[in-house]
């Protein structure tokens, strides 16, 4: 079953820490997206990477950096976790070409 | 830029009947693809239907439908034979024909009640 797996269901981080959230996913997308879901406000994108070590800004890229060091892997970090930062952050992938997503199962981190 | 509208925060049904979703879109754009996703309490973002804009055809998957109005740019989902199972927040999405990114709504929640 193809999947995208998101590292942690449940992160609780302090003020000022860096935070790494991993995803990785199994079916050779070359697209991988990193957004962030908040009540009222819908999936805001984070970043999304095209390409091996290739990516872009997304909507909301402030106080966020990614890695993309191989296909199947992209990762969000969090150079200094602030509290505004607590969130659901969803990973997905697609194939591109009018593909939908495939989505991971989310990260709820709460920056404390 | 694309903006996707969805007008209802929540929407409640009961068991059995049938529930219609609205989602209205803002593009120039004349050719795009629209979903629609469903996120249940489990947060898996799951996708329940796909529509290409250059097909005049209203996509079916079971007992999802939409009602797709191009030129009032209108992306409406109907569930039939609501089921409790049916619980759960659903994104209205917006893609471009060449494009990566997918803009989504704010989303509804729907509650089926028995």
């Known amino acids: 079953d193809v999947k995208v797996t998101q590292s942690s269901r449940y992160l609780v981080k302090r003020t000022g820490e860096k935070v790494f959230l991993e995803c990785v996913q199994d079916?050779?997308?070359?697209?991988m997206f990193w957004y962030r879901q908040d009540p009222g406000l819908g999936l805001r994108l984070i970043y999304f990477?095209?390409?091996?070590?290739?990516?872009e800004k997304g909507d909301i890229p402030e106080g966020y950096s990614v890695s993309r060091e191989k296909k199947e892997r992209f990762s969000l970090i969090l150079e200094s976790a602030s509290t505004n930062q607590t969130s659901m952050y969803l990973c997905?992938?697609?194939?591109?070409?009018?593909?939908?997503?495939?989505f991971g199962s989310g990260t709820r981190l709460t920056v404390v | 830029a694309q903006t996707v509208t969805q007008s209802q925060p929540e929407m409640s049904v009961q068991e059995a009947e049938t529930v219609t979703l609205s989602c209205t879109y803002d593009?120039?754009?004349?050719?795009?693809?629209l979903f629609w996703y469903k996120q249940p309490p489990s947060r898996q973002m799951i996708l329940v239907i796909r529509?290409?804009?250059?097909?005049?055809q209203n996509a079916t998957e079971n007992r999802f439908s939409v009602n797709f109005q191009k030129a009032a740019k209108s992306f409406s989902l109907k569930i039939s034979d609501s089921q409790l199972g049916d619980t759960a927040m659903y994104f209205c999405?917006?893609?471009?024909?060449?494009?990566?990114?997918?803009?989504f709504g704010a989303g509804t929640i729907l509650r089926v009640k028995s």
């Open positions: 997905a992938s697609s194939p591109g070409q009018g593909g939908g997503y495939t």
């Open positions: 079916m050779d997308h070359e697209n």
């Open positions: 990477s095209y390409d091996v070590k290739m990516k």
């Open positions: 593009t120039s754009e004349n050719n795009y693809y």
């Open positions: 529509q290409e804009a250059y097909k005049q």
């Open positions: 999405a917006f893609l471009r024909l060449y494009g990566n990114k997918l803009v």
